[in-house]
């Protein structure tokens, strides 16, 4: 960053470890439920949409949870086959306290204790006070704030304001080596600090959460369907793409299409929307699949499934 008064917060929280080695960067997707070992940065995706969200970035020698909605009887195992035992996970960044982002925080530090949930004290409170939480959930916080960063492991993270209408709302830039990261999920439009973050992204997860045209058809009554649409609310499809083409860099490897509709999005839908978008300046697409054909593209579009796991992505 080049923010003057850019600071780093460092939390010591595996002072053990060693130095990660230098990765070549590589477009490899993998089957979750494939074993296997490396030692670059990864992604998963355990569940993605309203019903729940949580994903995985890090790297073998330990990372970070992305949100917190998915049992958790859904994501360990599937870390674990992939190589990630529970003692790797170090933390939980949240992007905002809504349930389907937050619902198995606590139970996920009462089993695992040496996990620390990274949030704001904003979010803390709003999560205390919107939903049945134990209040001893506050012994797992560590307090981060809005572009301050913070260390975990080898990652520096730096949360950022979103356009939601949670108590508190975030995306989040992470630095791993030469890669970055950016999670900008849950957001009714993308605001120029959000713009900022997201324009750095080696790896960018954007939600795609709706198609204009089957929202307005759609059975949502009209109070819901102002509540998606509104400033505070979802990000539309075109809206997605159009920001992916017009902040297009030939650093861009992953877009990760997250927190699709159910009932006003498909995942062909959002891709194609996605593609399409980036086609018209000439930038070449693969699916993420990783396929003979795919690999070589210029970009990879992939849009996590709503109620299973993604591939295991090796990032880095």
Request: hydrophobic share 35%; with cysteine; glycine share 8%.
């Amino acid at each position: 960053m080049n923010d003057p008064e850019h600071k780093l917060i460092t939390f010591d929280v595996d002072g053990n470890d060693t130095p990660a080695s230098t990765i070549t960067p590589s477009n490899t997707a993998i089957h979750p439920e494939s074993k296997h070992t490396h030692k670059g940065l990864c992604f998963i995706s355990f569940g993605s949409g309203s019903s729940g969200n949580c994903a995985y970035l890090g790297t073998q020698r330990g990372g970070i949870l992305i949100d917190a909605g998915i049992d958790i009887d859904n994501v360990f195992p599937v870390l674990e086959r992939n190589g990630i035992k529970p003692d790797k996970v170090k933390g939980i960044i949240l992007t905002h306290d809504h349930q389907d982002h937050v619902r198995y925080a606590y139970r996920i530090v009462r089993k695992y204790k040496h996990i620390r949930i990274y949030c704001t004290m904003r979010l803390m409170k709003g999560m205390l006070r919107k939903h049945n939480i134990s209040s001893r959930v506050q012994d797992y916080q560590v307090a981060i704030y809005k572009e301050i960063p913070f260390r975990v492991m080898d990652m520096e993270i730096t949360a950022f304001e979103t356009s939601h209408d949670g108590s508190d709302n975030m995306g989040f830039h992470i630095q791993w080596e030469d890669e970055c990261f950016v999670v900008g999920s849950d957001m009714g439009i993308i605001t120029p600090r959000a713009e900022h973050y997201m324009a750095l992204a080696n790896h960018l997860m954007i939600e795609s959460n709706y198609n204009h045209e089957m929202l307005e058809g759609g059975r949502y009554p009209e109070i819901l369907k102002d509540r998606v649409r509104g400033a505070v609310g979802h990000l539309d499809n075109a809206v997605a793409a159009q920001f992916v083409a017009d902040h297009y860099d030939k650093r861009l490897q992953h877009v990760f299409l997250c927190h699709l509709s159910n009932d006003n999005n498909t995942p062909d839908i959002a891709r194609a929307t996605m593609r399409e978008a980036l086609e018209r300046i000439g930038v070449s697409v693969g699916d993420g699949s990783n396929a003979v054909g795919q690999r070589d593209c210029d970009v990879q579009v992939y849009a996590l499934p709503r109620f299973a796991p993604s591939l295991w992505f090796v990032l880095a």
